[in-house]
């Protein structure tokens, strides 16, 4: 194996971990790594009553960084596959990546301070940073492909939730409670934590961003460059800071 392992809570079945990998695994915790997955090189944390399980015949490339600590867990599924990846979940927190998912070159994830992140199954990205904060949640379905700079931000107590098969485009946003504002006369707090909600089968052009309050409908797409703040209805074509319904509820696209 050759990897650098301090303590014993290493549970390696037959996995290839190369080595210039270091796992610190304490007594509180536990990491699992199933047969068949590769870990090329770089490090993995595992701390505070927390686990980290990488099911079988997943591939980790070089340099990523891999941590759960404070009570925190993380599961990545069976046959994925990450050129790069760098994900820290901590603090009471909780991340399921499902079966293939895959990155094609650098994704960074942050879950912290009970927050919750899923990926269902059959997922690909490029590059990008996604960060749950603070009682936050993103949940994201099956077979979804995003393109290069992805960023996804939520805080407090909000969401970011995407359907089933959406296609979004490059250098795509999604932002929502990420700043806090304030009544300047008696200092309440006014920041819209509104979700951000994106059905099944949706398009997002190239340079979109979404906002809290964003409710787009099942089978819609989204052009290039807009600002999404409100709801548009399913089956709809929208475009435009802010965007505006262009064609509604009659259209269908295909990848």
């Excluded at 290069?148 to 970011?160: A, G, P």
């Amino acid at each position: 194996m050759g990897c650098k392992i301090y303590n014993h809570n290493c549970y390696i079945k037959q996995a290839e971990v190369g080595e210039n990998v270091s796992i610190v695994v304490d007594d509180s915790s536990k990491l699992i790594i199933e047969d068949g997955v590769i870990i090329e090189s770089g490090s993995i944390l595992v701390a505070d009553n927390s686990i980290i399980k990488i099911k079988s015949g997943t591939y980790i490339g070089k340099k990523s960084l891999i941590s759960a600590t404070g009570c925190s867990n993380l599961v990545i599924g069976r046959e994925s596959y990450f050129n790069q990846i760098n994900v820290h979940v901590f603090n009471k927190s909780k991340m399921k990546m499902n079966n293939d998912t895959i990155v094609h070159d650098s994704i960074n994830i942050d879950v912290i301070n009970n927050s919750y992140m899923c990926i269902d199954r059959n997922c690909i990205f490029n590059s990008g940073y996604i960060s749950v904060y603070n009682s936050a949640k993103i949940e994201i379905g099956i077979n979804c492909t995003f393109g290069e700079r992805l960023s996804l931000y939520v805080e407090k107590q909000s969401k970011i939730i995407i359907g089933d098969d959406c296609m979004i485009s490059i250098n795509v946003s999604m932002i929502t409670g990420l700043h806090h504002i304030y009544n300047s006369e008696n200092e309440k707090e006014i920041t819209n934590l509104k979700p951000i909600i994106v059905g099944n089968h949706v398009w997002c052009g190239a340079n979109c961003q979404l906002i809290s309050g964003s409710e787009i409908g099942d089978g819609c797409v989204v052009g290039a460059a807009s600002l999404v703040n409100k709801v548009i209805k399913a089956n709809s074509t929208c475009a435009g800071i802010p965007a505006k319904i262009l064609r509604e509820c009659n259209i269908r696209w295909e990848r």
